[in-house]
């Protein structure tokens, strides 16, 4: 089994910046790609940045400029630096990764973050 552990998020005022954290751990886990998703109520979920093992990266339009994802290989850990950030960010963010085991997906427990004045 793979287990996530998130942290970071809150509420912040526009314009303002937010860091989160996910470390993934179990004696199964061999990494694929990690990322982070975020939903908001009614609506599907939707990348935000994800970082493959190959160390390509994708991010989605509304954060490019913005956002910045990160890894630690060596302690299972994905980043997602959040800057400038503006009301429509405010979402429930996810921490993905994907395993190579099975090509199985785990999710973290999700994090609220609120871009509110």
């Known amino acids: 089994q793979v287990q996530l552990v998130e942290s970071g998020g809150g509420l912040v005022q526009p314009g303002g910046s937010l860091r989160l954290s996910c470390a993934a751990s179990?004696?199964?886990?061999?990494?694929?790609?990690m990322g982070w998703y975020r939903q908001t109520p009614g609506k599907e979920r939707e990348l935000v940045a994800r970082?493959?093992?190959?160390?390509?990266?994708d991010y989605a339009d509304s954060v490019k400029g913005r956002f910045t994802i990160s890894v630690n290989k060596a302690r299972n850990a994905v980043y997602l630096e959040m800057n400038n950030l503006k009301p429509e960010d405010t979402a429930v963010y996810y921490c993905h990764v994907l395993n190579r085991i099975g090509l199985s997906h785990y999710w973290g427990q999700g994090t609220q973050v609120t871009v509110s004045s």
């Open positions: 179990g004696s199964r886990l061999n990494v694929v790609s």
């Open positions: 970082h493959t093992i190959d160390r390509s990266v």
